[in-house]
Structure formats: structure tokens, C-alpha cells
């Protein structure tokens, strides 16, 4: 296993000094945003997170190799290219075994990082249940990647393109314990609240390195969601981005959009039926991620 794994010389030495090390995905560089924002916004968030004590570390897929830690190069030809494969938990074997580029997804980047050790993951959003999916089974490989990978992924809830009720019952059948950093209630993304109560809250970086630790000490499979709301003065307006993302579903149905192409394809249409607003929104809340996963990691290393 290990002979698919390539670190970067950051990472590979905060390990062997037992640095807290955060996993980065790849997915929200190459089909999240557009470039150059991608870009910039992937070597903001790793410097965030080294401001805050940890080392980032960007996974990705690269010449048969599972990278953890990407260079400048990498991460401008990840943000960059047009030849680079959304991967997912089923792609993964493929894209290694023939060398093609890989990014991965939230399921996908939490493989990875199991594989290499790391358990603190900062990213924007998981994926989910999608509306309507009592009828099209779409039901995003990060929920069961939840259920089974001991990695905890800090992100800001899920985007209400998503049906957040489904997407919470998933998680509480599989056993996933979804954390609100400083809210009672799940963040929907691009505002700080939904309708739906969490059943934990935490305040404070250590009472989530606690859990997860016990967690994990109980021999508990599984990841854990901590949802961390976008800061106040970055949060849209809920009933402007309500009206919006309505209208990308329907487009996206006109389209008869399925499949691995549905998220990107209501990134990209938000984005421009906001002007580039839900961009902006994005890239506060990823930076706030980053800030709040890097001190939980620093003190789950402790
Ligand atoms: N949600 C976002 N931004 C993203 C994604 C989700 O707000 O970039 C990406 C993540 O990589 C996530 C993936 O793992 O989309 C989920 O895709 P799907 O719905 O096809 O499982
Ligand atoms: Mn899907």
C-alpha cells in the first residue's frame, strides 16, 4: 500500500518531527472553482493553515501516485487543466493503474489521507443527498466514505442544492457524529443556519480533538462532520441564494446533468447566476475551515 503514496518533502518532515499534518482535496481546486481563484485560494488556505500551527497537505493523483502534499507546480496544474478526472472512491484504482491525473473528491481525499495517517481534513463542503433523490439514488460516495474512514472533515454543513434533512438522517444512520463548531444547528454553506438542530455542539478546538480521539480509542469506524458556520460578513442572503440555487436545479434537470457532473455543474451554475457572489462566500468560508481545522489538529497531536 505504502508504494503508492509520494510525500511532499513539508510533509514528510512534519511527520517525522510529529507535526499536526491537515489533508486538503483536490477536487474543490479542479471542479469547484475557476481559475485563477483556485488557485490563489489553495495556497491561501495551506498558508492559513501553517499560520495556525499545522502543515497542509493537498492530496491528489499524479503519475500512479497518491501525492500527499502538492508542490506550486501541481496545484497550478490542478487549477489549470482541463484533463484532470473528478475521483472518487471508484476511480481511484483506475486513475493509479493508468496514470492519469486525479482529484479528489471529499470521499476520495479522505481514503488518501487514512492511507498516509492523517485525520483532520479541511474542505468547504461535503457532498450529500441530493433533492429529488428518492428518485434519481443520488446520494454522494462522501456519506459512506463517512461511515467507514477515520478521518474528521471540517467544512461549513452542505449546500442547500443539497436536501439537508435526507443528508443528516444518512449521516445518524451510519452512525456519523456531525458537530456544531459554535452553532446549534447545521450550517447550509453559503448562510450560518438551516432548520435542522445538531445534536453536538462544540465551542472550543479541544472538546472536538477529545471526541474524535475517544471516538477512535473505542474502535468507532467512521469519520465525523464538523460543521463550522461561513463568518457573519461573508454569509449571503438566505432567500437571494434560495432563489437561485431553485433556478440552477432546473437548468440542471433541463440539462438532464446526472452523475459525477451534478455538483460541479451547480458550483459553476451558482457562481454565475450570482455574478460571483457564491465564489466570494466560498472562498471566506474554506479560509475560515482552515483556520478552525488547523487548531483542532494541533491539539488532537497533543
Ligand atoms: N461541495 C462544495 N464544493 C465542492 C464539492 C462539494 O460545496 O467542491 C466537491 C467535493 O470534492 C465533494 C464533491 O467531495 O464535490 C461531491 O461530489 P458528488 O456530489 O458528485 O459526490
Ligand atoms: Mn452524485
Aim: glycine share 8%; with cysteine.
Amino acid at each position: 500500500m505504502k508504494q503508492y503514496l509520494s510525500y511532499s518533502q513539508e510533509v514528510q518532515e512534519a511527520m517525522a518531527a510529529g507535526k499536526p499534518v491537515v489533508a486538503l482535496e483536490s477536487t474543490i481546486i479542479s471542479h469547484g472553482m475557476p481559475y485563477p481563484q483556485n488557485v490563489q485560494t489553495a495556497r491561501e488556505v495551506e498558508q492559513i493553515i501553517r499560520d495556525n500551527g499545522a502543515v497542509p497537505a493537498t492530496i491528489a493523483i499524479i503519475d500512479g501516485m497518491i501525492k500527499i502534499g502538492l508542490s506550486d507546480e501541481e496545484l497550478e496544474m490542478f487549477g489549470n487543466s482541463q484533463g484532470v478526472a473528478k475521483a472518487s472512491r471508484r476511480d481511484l484504482a483506475y486513475l493509479l493503474a493508468t496514470k492519469q491525473l486525479g482529484a479528489t473528491t471529499v470521499a476520495a481525499t479522505m481514503i488518501c489521507a487514512d492511507l498516509a495517517d492523517i485525520r483532520i481534513f479541511v474542505t468547504g463542503g461535503i457532498g450529500g443527498v441530493h433533492r429529488g433523490a428518492e428518485t434519481t439514488m443520488d446520494i454522494s460516495a462522501d456519506l459512506e466514505e463517512l461511515a467507514q474512514t477515520d478521518v474528521a472533515v471540517i467544512c461549513a454543513g452542505a449546500k442547500s442544492i443539497l436536501d439537508l434533512g435526507l443528508t443528516l438522517e444518512y449521516l445518524e444512520t451510519n452512525g456519523v457524529p456531525v458537530v456544531g463548531y459554535g452553532t446549534d444547528v447545521l450550517p447550509a454553506f453559503f448562510t450560518r443556519v438551516s432548520d435542522f438542530k445538531l445534536n453536538i455542539r462544540a465551542d472550543e478546538p479541544k472538546t472536538i480533538a477529545d471526541m474524535l480521539r475517544v471516538k477512535w480509542d473505542l474502535g468507532l469506524k467512521g469519520g465525523a462532520v464538523i460543521a463550522n458556520p461561513i463568518p457573519e460578513a461573508d454569509a449571503l442572503d438566505k432567500s437571494f441564494i434560495d432563489g437561485i440555487i431553485q433556478q440552477a436545479l432546473k437548468e440542471a434537470d433541463e440539462l438532464h446533468i446526472a452523475g459525477k457532473d451534478v455538483t460541479p455543474f451547480m458550483l459553476g451554475k451558482v457562481k454565475e447566476l450570482t455574478e460571483g457572489r457564491s465564489l466570494d462566500a466560498n472562498i471566506a468560508l474554506v479560509k475560515h475551515n482552515a483556520v478552525v481545522g488547523a487548531k483542532i489538529a494541533v491539539e488532537f497531536n497533543k
